[in-house]
């Protein structure tokens, strides 16, 4: 598996977007016009799970997929409408192989973009539906990040305490993948962003905005079954990884 980083202009990127019957002022973090970009320039070799990083450069787009930078760039010169292909400055693009094999036990600092949602009749919010559970039950309001955390902890499948076993939402207990302490993870950020969602159907260029629960958690976690683990990192965390969510950034643990 390789991490790619390719640099983006973020006035191209818009360009190409309207283009293609995007409209920005209901995309807040450029989820759907980087869906749709990489959709059109790489096709299936489209890096996912990726992450945007805006600066005053422009963007960076990183991403773990199974194709170095420099394929990439071949199949977009290639088979990329001109339009879709002057987004990304090729020449810069980079491309790093990430590790074959991890070690049980081993410590790893991340930083994760996630959208923290739960699925039955509609997708919600994972603390709003928690907060009409605890109205509806008489109970005390939630915190958002104990909602959040545990939310984190059952995608993750992590145990939240060392040494101690996953436990699933039904009670049950699994051999964690990974150790996820609460006191070490925290909510670094949040927001609610809005998402075009294109129609499905009849070709339609037609959208309607979805507004999404947009946290990033950053935190130290403890590798318990490697297989997993590089599952899980390739796979990304949660819903909505089409769209910039789910990827696992990681960093040298502080101790």
């Known amino acids: ?69 420099e394929k990439l760039a071949r199949h977009a010169r290639t088979f990329a409408e ?19 094999q991890w070690t049980p036990g081993r410590g790893l600092g991340f930083e994760l973009r996630a959208c923290p949602v739960i699925r039955g009749e509609h997708e919600r919010d994972a603390f709003l539906a928690a907060l009409d559970h605890a109205r509806a039950s008489g109970g005390n309001p939630p915190a958002r990040i104990d909602v959040y955390l545990g939310w984190l902890v059952q995608r993750m499948e992590a145990a939240a305490v060392k040494g ?54 950053t935190g130290e976690l403890t590798i318990r079954d490697p297989d997993r683990f590089a599952t899980l990192l390739a796979r990304g965390v949660g819903r909505h990884r089409a769209f910039g969510f789910g990827m696992l950034l990681l960093r040298p643990p502080r101790h």
């Open 1 to 69: 598996m390789y991490m790619i980083d390719l640099p983006l202009s973020s006035a191209r990127l818009m360009r190409f977007a309207h283009s293609q019957g995007h409209n920005q002022t209901r995309d807040d973090d450029f989820g759907y016009a980087s869906h749709a970009w990489l959709a059109a320039s790489l096709g299936r070799l489209a890096p996912r799970p990726f992450r945007l990083l805006e600066s005053k450069g422009g963007l960076r787009m990183l991403g773990y997929g199974n194709n170095d930078h």
């Open 164 to 217: 101690g076993d996953f436990i699933d939402r039904n009670g049950k207990t699994h051999p964690p993948m990974v150790e996820l302490l609460p006191g070490a993870v925290s909510l670094s950020g949040f927001r609610r962003v809005r998402t075009l969602r294109r129609a499905k159907h009849n070709n339609s260029r037609q959208g309607r905005a979805v507004e999404r629960p947009d946290a990033l958690f």
């Open 82 to 100: 001109p339009r879709a292909l002057e987004v990304c400055q090729w020449t810069a693009a980079a491309s790093k192989t990430m590790p074959g």
